[in-house]
């Protein structure tokens, strides 16, 4: 697809989300509100980043790699950098990548503020062309599902690339909907699939000020494909749910050859 005919919509939005109201752009809780934020709530937002990421790397070591101990990690959408920091205090280098400028400015203070210097802060595409070299862990969570399914299944395809042999990535991804029940989750014929859930904030009466929040399911068959192709020879999969949002993150490894297509 021409890259002036993709739909870009979504990272216009997002640096919306990032100059207007960046925590409630990431966790759409009214407590992360601009206009609510406190020091109790912010803590609370970073709170919420380290129980994530001490979870993420306890299912590692469950499922995948008990002596795992990365030592450089990305973390693709990283916002204002919730995730960021827990990382770094962990890793000797952490590489975050967002399309927002506004929300990487935010992520930047962040970071300083809490005195990390291993912390480097990337502007991305759809090409990736700022990023280099390869990496023990590529993470990403609530992420994926804001990005058009076409142009994010050749970005998930560009990450593995970015992962080391015996690399590990931990990536969530959404891939149906439970308002559509009647067809096993899946968007009937002709109705648009990617909408905010009507369970989200952000799809109530505040849209008519707040940036759009897109759902978009992902075709699992699509993505296992690609994992395959890249040397991934298992995983451990666990279900995500955010509002009838159904998703599933996956843990996998890259220790098997790559197959050529």
């Not at 890793?91 to 990548?97: A, K």
């Not at 700022?130 to 994926?144: E, K, N, P, R, Y």
């Not at 959404?174 to 009937?188: D, E, I, L, N």
């Not at 707040?210 to 279900?239: K, S």
Request: charged share 25%.
């Amino acid at each position: 697809m021409n890259e002036h005919r993709k739909d870009m919509s979504t990272d216009m939005a997002w640096e919306e989300w990032g100059r207007r109201d960046p925590y409630f752009g990431v966790i759409t809780d009214p407590r992360f509100r601009q206009s609510e934020m406190n020091d109790r709530s912010k803590r609370e937002f970073f709170e919420s980043g380290e129980s994530h990421v001490h979870g993420v790397l306890a299912t590692i070591r469950r499922y995948i790699d008990p002596e795992f101990t990365p030592r450089r990690v990305l973390d693709f959408g990283c916002g204002v950098g919730r995730l960021l920091i827990p990382f770094a205090r962990a890793v000797d280098e952490v590489v975050g990548l967002d399309v927002s400028v506004s929300m990487l400015q935010e992520a930047r203070r962040n970071c300083d503020e809490h005195g990390l210097r291993n912390v480097r802060l990337l502007d991305s595409n759809d090409s990736l062309s700022t990023l280099a070299g390869s990496f023990d862990l590529i993470h990403s969570c609530i992420v994926f599902q804001h990005i058009p399914a076409e142009r994010g299944r050749a970005i998930f395809s560009k990450l593995l690339q970015h992962l080391r042999p015996g690399g590990i990535g931990a990536v969530q991804l959404t891939y149906s909907k439970t308002r559509f029940a009647s067809t096993h989750g899946v968007a009937p014929t002709l109705q648009p699939a990617a909408m905010a859930s009507p369970d989200s904030p952000a799809s109530s009466a505040a849209t008519t000020v707040d940036p759009e929040i897109q759902m978009n399911p992902y075709n699992i068959n699509e993505i296992l494909f690609l994992m395959q192709c890249r040397g991934v020879q298992r995983f451990h999969a666990e279900f995500s749910d955010h509002g009838g949002e159904l998703g599933v993150y996956l843990f996998f490894s890259v220790t098997g050859p790559v197959i050529t297509i």
